[in-house]
Every structure is written in structure tokens, then in C-alpha cells.
């Protein structure tokens, strides 16, 4: 090959595995890093079809073509997929690190390649195939260290009371009603938004968690079982709390029994003290465990707030949505068992703050939005629908459905849907044959993805108009 011919197919090379690179690393962000996750669980897996397979093939098959196939075609693809992602790509050090080895690897590579005058065409699959194992390898050295740091740090707080929150719902509402009640007489630290995983975790003890905190309140989840035990062997709390369990992620754990179990795994913390359950996950009864979901009486839940009875004792508080007193409730025995008395607990649950994204009620051009992007379980999306019917205007809700769930639950969503909403904008793929067979109201939008949300809603809502997001699952899902 002449010297031009040669700089371009070493060029082509390096930019086109960086691409690839680039593809591979953003959905193993999505997937919690697991290839397996990113090969067997994708929600789009056609995806890889287009951006990955297809490009890889023609690498090997379109010989000098392919220059021209990769820059007019491949990349202004992967341009336009990228930018209509509403989950991007976030440069943390994991990627930066991931990023810099594979460019280093394929530039090695093909330096070595040119100068030996040894191929036809450079390699694609051994930088990507060692840059991935590399950056597992690595990242499982640094993950090391830093759990050390993080258990050392936990170790030197030696007062320091631990509360761990588990269940399929409510994790982050009930973590963030502990701290805030609990903050009227202790210096309470909780992990920031929805961080539950051991990763998570041990990063927030290193980066954010106070020396002075008195009460560390923190959430696990759960993919896979073991999940929960690593976290709680690891942070070994004093009390535990175990939230309402369904079918959420049932395509990960196959049954209920085995979420049931998987969440659990919290009950094995070497320090236990006080364990509070719902009444959804067992009945077995245990010196250290109280159970709740009972105590609620006189429930009032309007688009105000919330008025109720827990234990004799009545509470107002500004939270929309019924299905939380289970969670203000076990909040409530939480600060209870911390030696609060009655008068602080009613002052703070009257004070707590909505929880972003989670029925979070705000008024925009005479508009209500109900933002409960965040909630992605039945009974929330259910009493979010119910507060929905009570308004007097007309109702919208956008909503891909129910994820990481079964064609009956949504269903259940699809039926309340009918009795309550005029417009229905369905933002996602995943459930729209099933919306689009089912769905029986006024006025039904079926969007491939989201990029057109904006212009959809300016044009179909109004002023008196209520507007419930119900699970803004990102477009890849």
C-alpha cells in the first residue's frame, strides 16, 4: 500500500475501535459494568445489531470500501443515537480509565502492525476483548482498596449507628423519611438519590460520609442474590429495615421466593439489634424483628397531602400519596426505637419534604405535574392514577409502563389507565404493542422514544390541565 493509504487505514482503525469503544462503555454504564447483563438483559438488543455487528462485519468484508461506509455512515449513526440518548454516557474515572487503555492498546497495536508491515487489515476485536478484561482486573484492584478505606473509616466511627433499607419498593422514600425525622435531635448522614450498591456505597463513605455523623442511613438493592449480603456484611448494621417486596426485577430473580430471600440476606449483619419488616415478606416471628403495614388508620391521601392515624397518634404531612404511610410508618418506629419522643416525630413527618421524582406535585403555566419518575412499582403508579382521578380538568399521563415487570402487571396499569386519563403518551418501546392493543382512551401517542416528548406535550396539554410522569425510564430501556 502507498504511505497515504496506509496512514488513512491506520487512522480509520484507531478512530473506529475508539468508537466501538465508545458504544461498549456507555452500555455497560446502563448494565452496572456486567458484559452478561449487557449481552442477555439489554432492552434493545437490536442495538448492537446496528451499531456494533454490523459495523464489525464490514470491517472485515468491504476492504478499501470501508473508509468511506465508516465515516458517511457509521459514525454520523452513531452521532444521531447518541444524541438522541436522554441517559448519556457519564466520564467518570472507570471510563476515563477504560477509554485511555483502549486507545493505548489499539494504538500499539497498529503502530506495531505498520512498522512490521505485518497486516492486511488491524485488529478490532484483541484491543476491545484485553481492554475490557483489563479494566475488569484493574477496577477489581481499585474496588479492593477502596473497600478497605471505607471499612477502615467505618471502623475509626465508633459510635457510629448504621441503618440498611432493603425491599423492592419505597427503599429511597423510607431512607429519606428516617434521616430527615432522625435529624431533628442526631447528626444523620444518608447515601445521596438512589446509590444502593456496594460500589455506590463504599464510594460515598470515602468521598461524602461526615466523621461526625451520629446515624449513617443507607439503601441496598438488589440484582442478583448475594447482592444484599455483600453490602450487609460489609457495612454490618445495627438495625435493618426490609420494605414491601413484589415482582420487581423478576426477569433477574425468576421468582418471587427468591427476592423474598435475596432480600433477606440483610437479617445476616454480625451487629443486628432491631429489625423491621413488612408483612409482605414473611410471617416467621424473631426475638429482633417488628413487623409493620398494619398501623395505618383513618387514612385520608388527597392531592394536599396526607392525613392519618399511626398507632393513635394523628399526622399530617405535605407527601402525596397514600402508599407512603407504609413507609412513614416504619420510619416513624425507626426514630421511635432511637428514643424520640411523640411530639418531635409528629413535628418532623408534618416538615418532611416530598421526595424528588416520586410524586413530587408542581405547578408550571397553570398546569399541575405529578413528576413520579422515579416510582416504577404497581401500587405507586396505581395511587398515582388515583390522585390523578381526583382533578377536575383534563388528565395526561406519560409513562412507558411497567419495567423489569410481567404483561400481567401492566396490564392491571393499562386498565386503570382507561377508567382515569384523556391523553396517554406512551415514551417507550418496550410495552407498546401491549398499550397500543389495550388502551381504550380519548387520545393515545405511542413515541419509539423521547426525543419528541417536548414538542408532543406543548401541543396536546393545556392550562388546568394534570400531568402525571409516571416511571421516566431512559430511552435505552
Not at 102 to 107: A, E, I, P, R, T
Not at 142 to 164: P, V
Not at 250 to 262: C, G, R, S
Request: proline letters at 3%.
Amino acid at each position: 500500500m502507498q504511505n497515504y493509504e496506509v496512514l488513512l487505514s491506520f487512522a480509520t482503525n484507531v478512530v473506529f475501535v475508539m468508537v466501538l469503544g465508545f458504544y461498549l462503555i456507555t452500555n455497560l454504564q446502563w448494565y452496572d459494568y456486567k458484559i452478561s447483563r449487557v449481552v442477555l438483559k439489554h432492552h434493545k438488543p437490536h442495538w448492537h445489531l446496528f451499531y456494533f455487528f454490523i459495523p464489525f462485519i464490514a470491517y472485515y468484508t468491504t476492504g478499501n470500501f470501508f473508509a468511506i461506509f465508516f465515516y458517511f455512515a457509521i459514525i454520523p449513526s452513531i452521532i444521531l443515537w447518541y444524541k438522541k440518548l436522554d441517559k448519556k454516557l457519564v466520564f467518570t474515572w472507570r471510563v476515563k480509565r477504560f477509554l485511555i487503555l483502549l486507545f493505548s492498546l489499539v494504538l500499539f497495536q497498529d503502530m506495531l502492525c505498520t512498522l512490521k508491515d505485518a497486516c492486511e487489515v488491524y485488529g478490532v476485536f484483541m484491543p476491545l476483548a484485553v481492554t475490557y478484561i483489563g479494566s475488569v482486573m484493574i477496577e477489581r484492584f481499585l474496588f479492593a482498596t477502596y473497600k478497605k478505606e471505607a471499612k477502615k473509616k467505618l471502623n475509626s466511627m465508633k459510635d457510629l449507628q448504621i441503618i440498611c433499607i432493603t425491599g423492592s419498593y419505597g427503599k429511597t422514600s423510607i431512607k429519606n423519611f428516617i434521616a430527615e425525622i432522625l435529624s431533628k435531635k442526631y447528626k444523620v448522614y444518608a447515601t445521596p438519590r438512589s446509590v444502593n450498591t456496594i460500589g455506590g456505597i463504599v464510594a460515598d463513605i470515602n468521598n461524602s460520609l461526615p466523621q461526625d455523623t451520629q446515624i449513617y442511613v443507607c439503601e441496598a438493592g438488589a440484582r442478583q442474590r448475594g447482592d444484599i449480603y455483600e453490602i450487609t456484611t460489609f457495612l454490618e448494621p445495627q438495625r435493618v429495615v426490609v420494605g414491601k417486596v413484589g415482582e420487581a426485577h423478576i426477569e433477574y430473580f425468576k421468582t418471587l421466593d427468591n427476592i423474598v430471600a435475596t432480600k433477606l440476606e440483610i437479617m445476616q449483619s454480625p451487629r443486628l439489634q432491631q429489625a423491621f419488616i413488612h408483612k409482605s415478606v414473611t410471617d416467621e416471628p424473631h426475638e429482633k424483628v417488628t413487623f409493620f403495614g398494619d398501623e395505618i388508620q383513618n387514612l385520608n391521601a388527597t392531592l394536599s397531602g396526607i392525613d392519618f392515624e399511626c398507632d393513635g397518634v394523628s399526622y399530617h404531612t405535605d407527601i402525596l400519596g397514600g402508599f407512603q404511610t407504609i413507609n412513614l410508618a416504619v420510619s416513624i418506629r425507626v426514630a421511635q426505637s432511637f428514643g424520640m419522643d411523640a411530639k418531635d416525630i409528629k413535628e418532623a413527618v408534618k416538615r418532611l419534604k416530598p421526595v424528588e421524582h416520586r410524586l413530587q406535585k408542581i405547578q408550571a403555566g397553570g398546569k399541575i405535574i405529578l413528576d413520579d419518575g422515579y416510582n416504577g412499582n404497581i401500587d405507586g403508579m396505581l395511587e398515582g392514577i388515583r390522585l390523578c382521578s381526583l382533578h377536575e380538568g383534563r388528565k395526561v399521563i406519560v409513562t412507558p409502563g411497567l419495567v423489569e415487570s410481567s404483561d400481567e402487571l401492566n396490564l392491571k396499569l393499562i386498565e386503570a389507565i382507561n377508567n382515569v386519563f384523556d391523553i396517554v403518551i406512551v415514551t417507550a418501546s418496550l410495552n407498546a404493542n401491549l398499550f397500543d392493543k389495550y388502551l381504550r382512551v380519548k387520545n393515545k401517542i405511542i413515541l419509539i422514544d423521547k426525543s419528541s416528548l417536548n414538542d408532543v406535550l406543548a401541543n396536546q396539554t393545556r392550562a388546568g390541565d394534570i400531568i402525571l410522569f409516571a416511571n421516566d425510564a431512559p430511552n435505552f430501556i
